[in-house]
């Protein structure tokens, strides 16, 4: 149902003032993430809270009413997984930004609003790194990376964002504040309820605090770039390096990706490369030297035309950051579908081919970048949108590229979520038995459907 005035203005009295906010102008700050898909409805509120308990007070009156309400973090998400609902509230984390280091259990406790990249710094004070490293880490929040399991461009060695949650506080549909797991490492008592939750896009619960792993802080190690002249050699180096070692990032850039990024700001990339591949090592000692050298052989031996290597951390961080800033220099050469679909590693090169088939069949520019350690790619489809003709092929080309990770026995989304823009391929890859055994879950948590109604389910 939708809120009516009154009913707002008894949300608007029950939370301190300036907590809600029911002007268009700040609603219309709210209602879409990154992916900006056009799934976006209008809310009637957005709640900014600071802390769990007024949370829970917003979902107890959501609850109430079977008022419709959606998580959200910083907005940095890439699947329309916090676009606002028609007639629902918007429960904004990013006020609630509290981090605290436990050095001595080596956890840190955050609230979902604290920033990735504000996590690694509180931890690095202490000698500690969080390793979970998406491509937005400046600006994206802790409790984005909860709801879509996040990983990044260290998650080929260290994983991902799942791997390092001891604990979290969880409100659930009816307003109820659940606390799972602790500081401690090991804990098998009970269901793994912190497992379901990671990666459960505010369809379940909504993360309100988080006990994360640390590690000791890693050396910098040594970096080796190599230029390929396609993608698809690329890849075969990728599967070759993945079946001899396990470097601490692998990722790959095609050539639209270069020259945008050069285009958007110089990083020094050779424009002329068909695909770019950034490695790195942080083992010790002698171990640094060993590992990239049998990259440096892999990559040889797939036809790299030049293979560059440096212990330096800025010239190296140059390159990194290249690829970090991939999707926003793409977003200078039209607008842009983003696709995060993964395959096992070994079928990485059939995969890379495939999107470029579908690219030529379809009419677009299919930009491809990739961690690709994982087997983990992120397909931008590049279009013009005043172009009805462009639009129709461009949407055509993001389900087909979907369709081809489920057949190559893969997955639709390895890390940016289902959302609303892939909620219509997950059946596919999922089968009837698993999607009715998600939505009895679902049906189990949530039994009035408000919390991010029109999500993943």
């Not at 840190?108 to 937005?136: F, I």
């Not at 409100?171 to 109820?176: I, Q, Y």
């Not at 698809?232 to 990032?249: D, E, G, K, L």
Request: charged share 20%; aromatic share 4%.
């Amino acid at each position: 149902m939708e809120a009516d005035t009154a009913l707002v203005r008894k949300l608007v009295d029950t939370l301190p003032e300036g907590v809600v906010v029911t002007g268009a102008a700040e609603i219309e700050k709210y209602r879409e993430d990154f992916a900006r898909d056009g799934s976006a409805g209008m809310p009637v509120a957005v709640v900014r809270a600071e802390d769990a308990g007024q949370v829970q007070e917003a979902v107890r009156w959501a609850a109430a009413h079977g008022v419709p309400v959606v998580p959200r973090g910083a907005g940095t998400g890439l699947s329309g997984g916090s676009s606002a609902v028609d007639g629902g509230i918007t429960i904004s984390l990013d006020r609630m930004r509290s981090i605290e280091i436990d050095p001595a259990c080596q956890v840190a406790v955050v609230e979902p609003g604290a920033l990735n990249a504000d996590v690694k710094r509180a931890a690095a004070e202490h000698g500690l790194w969080y390793p979970p490293d998406p491509s937005s880490y400046e600006i994206c929040s802790i409790g984005g990376n909860l709801a879509t399991n996040a990983g990044g461009l260290c998650c080929v060695k260290y994983g991902v964002t799942t791997d390092y949650v001891l604990g979290m506080d969880v409100v659930l549909a009816d307003g109820t504040l659940v606390r799972l797991g602790g500081k401690q490492i090991k804990d098998v008592a009970g269901l793994s309820l912190l497992k379901l939750f990671v990666g459960s896009e505010g369809t379940l619960g909504i993360i309100t605090r988080a006990i994360l792993r640390l590690i000791p802080a890693q050396r910098a190690g040594a970096t080796l770039v190599a230029s390929f002249p396609t993608m698809t050699a690329a890849s075969r180096a990728v599967v070759a390096i993945r079946t001899r070692v396990r470097p601490s990032m692998l990722e790959l850039m095609d050539n639209t990706t270069i020259n945008a990024v050069e285009d958007w700001r110089s990083h020094g990339l050779d424009r002329s490369s068909g695909a770019l591949l950034i490695a790195q090592s942080d083992a010790t000692g002698a171990s640094c030297g060993a590992e990239i050298e049998l990259v440096r052989a892999c990559c040889a031996a797939e036809g790299a035309a030049d293979v560059f290597t440096t212990t330096d951390a800025e010239e190296a961080d140059l390159f990194v950051s290249a690829r970090r800033n991939a999707f926003l220099a793409l977003e200078e050469r039209g607008s842009v579908l983003f696709e995060d679909v993964g395959v096992p590693v070994p079928l990485l090169p059939d995969l890379v081919d495939g999107i470029a088939g579908i690219a030529g069949r379809c009419g677009v520019e299919i930009a491809l970048v990739a961690h690709a350690g994982d087997g983990n790619t992120h397909p931008i489809v590049v279009y013009d949108a005043a172009d009805p003709a462009a639009v129709e092929g461009a949407r055509r080309a993001f389900d087909d590229v979907m369709q081809l990770a489920i057949a190559l026995g893969g997955t639709i989304t390895g890390e940016h979520g289902v959302g609303r823009a892939k909620k219509a391929a997950l059946p596919d890859q999922l089968g009837a038995d698993v999607m009715a055994l998600n939505r009895r879950i679902k049906d189990a948590l949530d039994p009035a459907g408000i919390l991010n109604p029109g999500a993943v389910l």
